[in-house]
Protein backbone atom coordinates (compact mmCIF):
# COMPACT_ATOMS: atom_id res chain seq x y z
CA UNK A 1 0.00 0.00 0.00
CA UNK A 2 1.63 3.52 -0.80
CA UNK A 3 2.26 5.77 1.98
CA UNK A 4 0.61 9.31 1.55
CA UNK A 5 2.00 12.37 2.73
CA UNK A 6 1.36 14.39 5.45
CA UNK A 7 0.16 16.78 3.29
CA UNK A 8 -2.17 14.69 0.94
CA UNK A 9 -3.58 13.28 4.82
CA UNK A 10 -4.59 17.51 5.43
CA UNK A 11 -5.84 17.91 2.25
CA UNK A 12 -7.93 15.14 2.27
CA UNK A 13 -8.93 16.35 5.93
CA UNK A 14 -9.99 19.42 4.74
CA UNK A 15 -12.04 18.32 1.63
CA UNK A 16 -14.15 16.31 4.29
CA UNK A 17 -14.82 19.24 6.56
CA UNK A 18 -15.54 21.23 3.94
CA UNK A 19 -18.08 18.76 2.03
CA UNK A 20 -19.94 18.40 5.42
CA UNK A 21 -19.99 21.69 6.38
CA UNK A 22 -22.05 22.46 3.08
CA UNK A 23 -23.61 18.96 3.36
CA UNK A 24 -24.84 19.67 7.35
CA UNK A 25 -25.56 23.38 6.29
CA UNK A 26 -27.99 22.11 3.02
CA UNK A 27 -29.80 19.59 5.07
CA UNK A 28 -29.65 20.26 8.56
CA UNK A 29 -28.38 17.48 10.95
CA UNK A 30 -30.79 14.86 10.84
CA UNK A 31 -30.88 15.27 7.06
CA UNK A 32 -27.06 14.99 6.49
CA UNK A 33 -26.96 11.08 5.49
CA UNK A 34 -23.92 9.07 5.34
CA UNK A 35 -25.18 8.71 1.32
CA UNK A 36 -25.84 12.96 1.32
CA UNK A 37 -21.92 13.50 2.72
CA UNK A 38 -20.69 10.96 -0.08
CA UNK A 39 -21.95 12.58 -2.59
CA UNK A 40 -20.95 16.46 -1.18
CA UNK A 41 -18.02 15.20 -0.20
CA UNK A 42 -16.87 13.59 -3.53
CA UNK A 43 -15.27 10.18 -1.48
CA UNK A 44 -16.92 6.92 -0.24
CA UNK A 45 -17.94 6.26 3.49
CA UNK A 46 -14.54 4.46 3.62
CA UNK A 47 -12.52 7.30 2.54
CA UNK A 48 -14.47 9.68 4.74
CA UNK A 49 -14.82 7.32 7.64
CA UNK A 50 -11.04 6.62 7.72
CA UNK A 51 -10.56 10.17 8.94
CA UNK A 52 -13.87 10.57 11.12
CA UNK A 53 -15.03 7.26 13.01
CA UNK A 54 -18.55 9.40 12.70
CA UNK A 55 -20.29 11.61 11.44
CA UNK A 56 -21.44 12.51 14.82
CA UNK A 57 -17.48 13.14 15.15
CA UNK A 58 -17.36 14.82 11.94
CA UNK A 59 -19.55 17.28 13.14
CA UNK A 60 -18.05 17.98 16.55
CA UNK A 61 -14.65 18.43 14.71
CA UNK A 62 -16.50 20.84 12.45
CA UNK A 63 -17.78 22.29 15.51
CA UNK A 64 -14.87 22.70 17.35
CA UNK A 65 -12.85 24.14 14.54
CA UNK A 66 -14.86 27.02 13.95
CA UNK A 67 -14.78 27.64 17.98
CA UNK A 68 -11.27 27.80 17.40
CA UNK A 69 -11.50 30.00 14.39
CA UNK A 70 -12.93 32.62 15.67
CA UNK A 71 -10.96 32.81 19.09
CA UNK A 72 -8.08 32.64 16.98
CA UNK A 73 -9.65 35.99 14.65
CA UNK A 74 -10.52 37.40 18.54
CA UNK A 75 -6.51 36.68 19.90
CA UNK A 76 -5.25 37.77 16.36
CA UNK A 77 -7.84 41.27 15.31
CA UNK A 78 -10.26 41.82 18.02
CA UNK A 79 -13.71 40.96 19.45
CA UNK A 80 -15.10 43.32 16.15
CA UNK A 81 -13.85 40.80 13.55
CA UNK A 82 -15.35 38.11 15.55
CA UNK A 83 -19.22 39.50 15.10
CA UNK A 84 -17.68 40.18 11.17
CA UNK A 85 -16.70 36.38 10.58
CA UNK A 86 -20.05 35.32 12.40
CA UNK A 87 -22.34 37.91 10.28
CA UNK A 88 -20.10 36.05 6.83
CA UNK A 89 -21.07 32.81 8.23
CA UNK A 90 -23.90 30.84 6.34
CA UNK A 91 -26.72 30.95 8.42
CA UNK A 92 -27.73 27.43 7.88
CA UNK A 93 -24.35 26.89 9.33
CA UNK A 94 -25.31 28.38 12.37
CA UNK A 95 -28.63 26.61 12.40
CA UNK A 96 -27.44 23.40 12.45
CA UNK A 97 -24.94 24.10 15.09
CA UNK A 98 -27.61 25.56 16.98
CA UNK A 99 -29.51 22.13 16.56
CA UNK A 100 -26.95 20.26 17.77
CA UNK A 101 -27.35 22.04 21.65
CA UNK A 102 -30.88 19.75 21.39
CA UNK A 103 -28.84 16.82 20.53
CA UNK A 104 -26.38 17.60 23.67
CA UNK A 105 -29.65 17.62 26.36
CA UNK A 106 -31.39 15.05 24.57
CA UNK A 107 -28.86 12.91 23.44
CA UNK A 108 -26.31 11.20 25.91
CA UNK A 109 -24.10 9.31 23.34
CA UNK A 110 -23.77 12.70 21.62
CA UNK A 111 -23.23 14.51 24.77
CA UNK A 112 -20.49 11.66 25.93
CA UNK A 113 -19.13 12.08 23.04
CA UNK A 114 -18.84 16.12 23.11
CA UNK A 115 -17.65 15.57 26.49
CA UNK A 116 -14.43 13.30 25.82
CA UNK A 117 -13.35 15.85 22.76
CA UNK A 118 -13.68 18.42 25.10
CA UNK A 119 -11.41 16.44 27.72
CA UNK A 120 -8.73 15.53 25.11
CA UNK A 121 -8.76 19.52 24.48
CA UNK A 122 -8.15 20.69 27.84
CA UNK A 123 -4.52 21.53 28.18
CA UNK A 124 -5.65 23.45 24.33
CA UNK A 125 -8.20 25.10 25.84
CA UNK A 126 -6.25 26.21 29.54
CA UNK A 127 -3.63 26.99 26.52
CA UNK A 128 -5.69 29.15 24.85
CA UNK A 129 -7.31 30.70 28.16
CA UNK A 130 -3.55 32.40 28.97
CA UNK A 131 -2.88 33.30 25.65
CA UNK A 132 -6.30 35.25 26.08
CA UNK A 133 -5.52 36.83 29.36
CA UNK A 134 -3.70 39.92 28.35
CA UNK A 135 -7.24 40.96 26.50
CA UNK A 136 -9.29 40.87 29.49
CA UNK A 137 -9.41 43.31 32.53
CA UNK A 138 -7.70 41.79 35.74
CA UNK A 139 -10.37 41.94 38.15
CA UNK A 140 -12.67 39.45 35.64
CA UNK A 141 -11.51 35.95 36.11
CA UNK A 142 -10.92 34.90 32.13
CA UNK A 143 -12.83 32.08 31.99
CA UNK A 144 -15.88 34.30 32.80
CA UNK A 145 -14.77 36.78 30.40
CA UNK A 146 -14.33 33.25 27.29
CA UNK A 147 -18.54 32.76 28.49
CA UNK A 148 -19.67 36.51 28.37
CA UNK A 149 -18.18 36.78 24.95
CA UNK A 150 -19.62 33.38 24.09
CA UNK A 151 -23.21 34.79 25.14
CA UNK A 152 -22.60 37.77 22.41
CA UNK A 153 -21.15 35.83 20.12
CA UNK A 154 -23.96 32.72 19.83
CA UNK A 155 -26.66 35.72 20.64
CA UNK A 156 -25.77 37.37 16.87
CA UNK A 157 -25.26 33.85 15.40
CA UNK A 158 -29.08 33.65 16.42
CA UNK A 159 -29.87 36.64 15.24
CA UNK A 160 -28.23 35.89 12.13
CA UNK A 161 -29.85 32.62 11.57
CA UNK A 162 -33.56 34.09 12.20
CA UNK A 163 -32.94 36.44 9.23
CA UNK A 164 -32.84 38.98 12.36
CA UNK A 165 -32.30 42.66 11.51
CA UNK A 166 -28.57 42.48 12.89
CA UNK A 167 -27.61 45.39 15.71
CA UNK A 168 -24.97 47.60 14.55
CA UNK A 169 -21.95 45.61 15.24
CA UNK A 170 -19.25 49.02 16.15
CA UNK A 171 -21.80 49.53 18.86
CA UNK A 172 -21.63 45.93 20.29
CA UNK A 173 -18.44 45.45 20.46
CA UNK A 174 -17.51 49.28 22.10
CA UNK A 175 -19.74 47.70 24.81
CA UNK A 176 -17.82 44.38 24.97
CA UNK A 177 -14.31 46.26 25.02
CA UNK A 178 -15.81 48.63 27.68
CA UNK A 179 -16.91 45.59 30.02
CA UNK A 180 -13.99 43.05 28.88
CA UNK A 181 -11.02 45.02 27.90
CA UNK A 182 -8.16 46.08 30.29
CA UNK A 183 -8.60 49.42 31.34
Same mark, same amino acid.
Given at each position: ??K???E???R??? /????G ?6 R??Y *? ?7 E?E ?5 G ?11 L?IE??? *?MSK??T? +???H ?6 L???V?EDP??L?VQ????R??R??A?FR /????R?E ?5 VR? *?R??? +????VR????V *????V??SF???G?A??HT??DP??D?D????L +?DEG???R
Amino acid at each position: MPKVSKEHKERRRE /QILDGARRCFARHGY *EGATVARLEHEIGLSRGAIFNYFPSKDALFIELAL *EMSKRLTD +VWLHDGFRAVLDAIVREDPDWLAVQLEATRRIRTDAEFR /QLIERREEELKDVRA *ERLEQ +VRPKVREDVPV *EDAAVFLSFVANGLALRHTMGDPLPDLDVIAQL +VDEGVAPR
